[in-house]
Every structure is written in structure tokens, then in C-alpha cells.
């Protein structure tokens, strides 16, 4: 069964800085998508970046970029420049390709904090 | 405009009662999800529909029912609401036939006392 596991459960940082989230997931799939999501503090949910896991490089948006790291089943959040609104629970999340179910399913989530 | 919209936001109903979330989008999206979502667990997966009428379980189905009857639209039941249902509830929706990503509504916070 695939599962998806975020360690840090709070993070505070200067704002400026980058910021490393940590994410490591499970799964018996040879093919599967990895995701990022943030919730903001009016409890809206958007989508950020996108890894496949058949690609070696590492997704890139904005200020966003991911830290793939396919051997030890690791997909890392990094965000560089945070500002104040970059503050937010950020969730990792995965999807199988080829179970057939379409399930994601979401770690618990990091709270970042991003101090003036 | 791509949404997925979720009424009521904010519902409080006693234990015993039964609740209706509806959710709805107008992106001609085949799947859609219920996720519940409580202090350090994340998001859940309560129900998955593939289309009208092709419902499956998630994770946690159990004191859940669901109904789709049109693609854009996607219910929770609850029938007889227990205070260990109090919950946020988001409806999240899919392209199913690509790697495309979850588009979320707004939530639904529900009380149950």
C-alpha cells in the first residue's frame, strides 16, 4: 500500500532564507507521480509542483524546486527567497500510475512559518 | 473559470442527525474525491468517484455514503452524524486519464455535537 510520510511537523525560518521540507513515501509501483501542495491559512489548497517519477531532473517553479531522490524514495521541498505569504502547511503527496485507483494520498503536513 | 465549489462551508448538527455536503465543478472532470482532514493526520480519503454512478472506497469509508448522479457533482452522507465525525471536509477533483493534479474546494467545516 502506498504511504506518505512527513517528519517535521513545524518549521520556523528568517524571511530571505531557503527552506528544506522533507518527504519519503512508499510504494510497490514502478511508475507514480509526486506532488506538493500548500494550505493557507484561510484553508485553501493549491497545488505547487509536480515530480514524475520517471524523470532524473528535478521540477522547477518560481521559487519552488524539488529535491528527487529516487533511491531513498525522498522527495524534498525547496523553497528559496521565502516572503512572509510563503507561511502555510505544506503537504507531499503521491499517486500510483499503474494500480488503476487514481488515490492520493497525503502526508501529514509541515508547518512552515516564515519570520519578518 | 475552473472550480470546484462547496456548500455549506460551516455546518453544526447534533449527533444522530444526517448531513449532506455537495460539492461541485465545472471542469468536466471524471474523478472526484472526499478527503477529511483533522489536526496532525492530514488529508483522508473517504470516497473516490470515477464518474456517474462508479463510487469506490478510500481509506476511511466507514459512516460514509456517497452519491454521484452527474458529473459535476459529488455528495457526502452522513447518515446519523457522530461527534467523532466533526471534521473539515474537502472535495478535490481529476483528470483521470493524465498525471494531472487534485483541484480542491474551499472545505466544509462541520460540527457534530
Known amino acids: 500500500a502506498q504511504k506518505v510520510t512527513q517528519t517535521q511537523t513545524s518549521i520556523s525560518v528568517m524571511e530571505k532564507t531557503t527552506v528544506t521540507m522533507d518527504c519519503v513515501y512508499e510504494t510497490q509501483d514502478s511508475s507514480y507521480f509526486l506532488f506538493w501542495y500548500k494550505q493557507t491559512a484561510s484553508g485553501e489548497i493549491v497545488f505547487l509542483i509536480r515530480?514524475?517519477?520517471?524523470?532524473?531532473e528535478n521540477a522547477t517553479v518560481g521559487h519552488y524546486s524539488l529535491n528527487f531522490q529516487k533511491p531513498k524514495s525522498s522527495i524534498g521541498l525547496i523553497i528559496t527567497a521565502t516572503q512572509i505569504e510563503d507561511s502555510a502547511v505544506y503537504f507531499c503527496a503521491m499517486r500510483e500510475d499503474n494500480t488503476g485507483n487514481y488515490k492520493y494520498v497525503f502526508g501529514a503536513g509541515t508547518r512552515l512559518k516564515v519570520i519578518a | 473559470d475552473m472550480k470546484v465549489t462547496q456548500m455549506p462551508r460551516y455546518l453544526i448538527k447534533r449527533m444522530g442527525e444526517n448531513v449532506l455536503l455537495e460539492c461541485g465543478q465545472d471542469?468536466?472532470?471524471?474523478?472526484m474525491y472526499w478527503y477529511r482532514q483533522d489536526p496532525g493526520l492530514g488529508l483522508q480519503l473517504i470516497y473516490i468517484s470515477y464518474d456517474v454512478d462508479s463510487n469506490s472506497e478510500g481509506d476511511i469509508p466507514k459512516g460514509y455514503r456517497v452519491s454521484r448522479k452527474k458529473r459535476e457533482h459529488f455528495s457526502l452522507i452522513l447518515d446519523s452524524a457522530k461527534t467523532n465525525q466533526t471534521s473539515v471536509y474537502f472535495c478535490?477533483?481529476?483528470?483521470?486519464?493524465?498525471?494531472?493534479?487534485?483541484?480542491f474546494g474551499a472545505g466544509t467545516r462541520l460540527s457534530v455535537l
Open positions: 515530480q514524475d517519477s520517471y524523470k532524473k
Open positions: 471542469m468536466s472532470h471524471e474523478t
Open positions: 478535490a477533483s481529476s483528470l483521470r486519464l493524465s498525471q494531472n493534479t487534485l483541484y
